[in-house]
């Protein structure tokens, strides 16, 4: 049996033919997995950013022009993504940091301002943790 080429696929899967984009996500996987741990260096991000490249191809597929030229297209999702996945994650890093920096500098302290002190202390840690992805304000949180 013959593959389908990537034209019939996409305009199977545009047709709501979930099976045609499987086929997509088969086929350019580990290409798309490859490209993603040379982008990010790091194997457990680069599947989530794959993961995430291929959600937003299956939405934005109406988008694509050429249908021809999946690969590419695909590629240059997994580029953004990787690109943003590493933006997200040096922002968390500092956000870490200043975090910690904040909790190094608090020293007890035992004066009647002590509790002002704490609830703005504690407004400014509040502030930092909404500052995060939401998937990481949990992580931090504990």
Same mark, same amino acid.
């Given at each position: 049996?013959?593959?389908?080429?990537?034209?019939?696929?996409?305009?199977?899967? #545009?047709?709501?033919? %979930?099976?045609?984009?499987?086929?997509?996500?088969?086929?350019?996987?580990?290409?798309?997995?490859? +490209?993603?741990?040379? +982008?990010?260096?790091?194997?457990?991000? $680069?599947?989530?950013?794959?993961?995430?490249?291929?959600?937003?191809?299956?939405?934005?597929?109406?988008?694509?022009?050429?249908?021809?030229?999946?690969?590419?297209?695909?590629?240059? /999702?997994? #580029?953004?993504? $990787?690109? =943003?996945? +590493? %933006?997200?994650?040096?922002?968390?890093?500092?956000?870490?940091? %200043?975090? $910690?920096?904040?909790?190094?500098?608090?020293?007890?302290? =035992?004066?009647? $301002?002590?509790?002002?002190?704490? /609830?703005?202390?504690?407004?400014?840690?509040?502030?930092?943790?909404?500052?995060?992805?939401?998937?990481? =304000?949990?992580?931090?949180?504990?």
């Amino acid at each position: 049996m013959r593959e389908k080429p990537d034209t019939t696929l996409v305009a199977e899967a #545009r047709a709501g033919d %979930r099976e045609a984009f499987c086929e997509l996500v088969r086929r350019y996987q580990d290409h798309a997995y490859g +490209l993603a741990v040379a +982008l990010v260096s790091d194997f457990d991000l $680069a599947q989530d950013v794959v993961q995430e490249a291929f959600v937003s191809a299956y939405c934005d597929l109406a988008k694509l022009r050429d249908p021809e030229r999946f690969a590419g297209w695909l590629r240059g /999702i997994v #580029r953004n993504t $990787a690109r =943003r996945a +590493l %933006r997200d994650r040096e922002h968390d890093r500092l956000l870490v940091e %200043r975090l $910690a920096h904040l909790g190094a500098e608090a020293e007890p302290v =035992r004066s009647p $301002a002590e509790p002002a002190e704490t /609830i703005e202390r504690r407004e400014v840690v509040q502030r930092a943790l909404e500052g995060l992805p939401r998937r990481n =304000r949990e992580a931090v949180t504990l």
